[in-house]
């Protein structure tokens, strides 16, 4: 997934009428203002996908705006996750959110008891490209890291991410 193939995407998703906030690699780079992983690496550190959270309220909406560029639904683990994959091999790992009237959302999880919590700072803006995009809170993205194992990738993100903003991270 390139910078420019995210941005075409945020644009489609945007004239769909969606909200959409870039998580991941992606969100951290969005933070950072620059695409910090190398385009092509014998290690695997390039961006592999876009993880995107959406209003679950929005979800037709987001299918079918990505239908309609050739993105397939690959896996379906609702109401945690979802996937699609274009034909090319891109893929998009969507995360449904249930908004409160604060301004705060709610993600599903694999343990019913221990749903993923996004408070209304969770989301903000960063920039791709030289273009401004929605993304997570750098905050909300050590959130994310945490309860597994890191891989490399992860290790790299969160040193960048450290670097720029002075966030404190469990690795």
Known sequence: MTADDVLTVLTLLREARTDVWIGGGWGI???????TRPRRSRYGMQHRDLDLM???EQESAVVTALAGAGF???????????MVTAPDGREIDL???VFAGDGSGVQASLEPSQPFVYPASAFVAGEIGGRPVPCLSAEQ????LQGYEPADRDRHDMARLRRVSGIATHF
């Open 54 to 56: 959406h209003r679950q």
């Open 72 to 82: 397939v639904e690959t896996l379906d683990w609702r109401p945690v996750r979802f």
């Open 95 to 97: 995360h449904p959110l």
């Open 29 to 35: 780079d969005a933070l950072l203002g620059e695409q």
């Open 141 to 144: 993205q050590v959130c994310f």
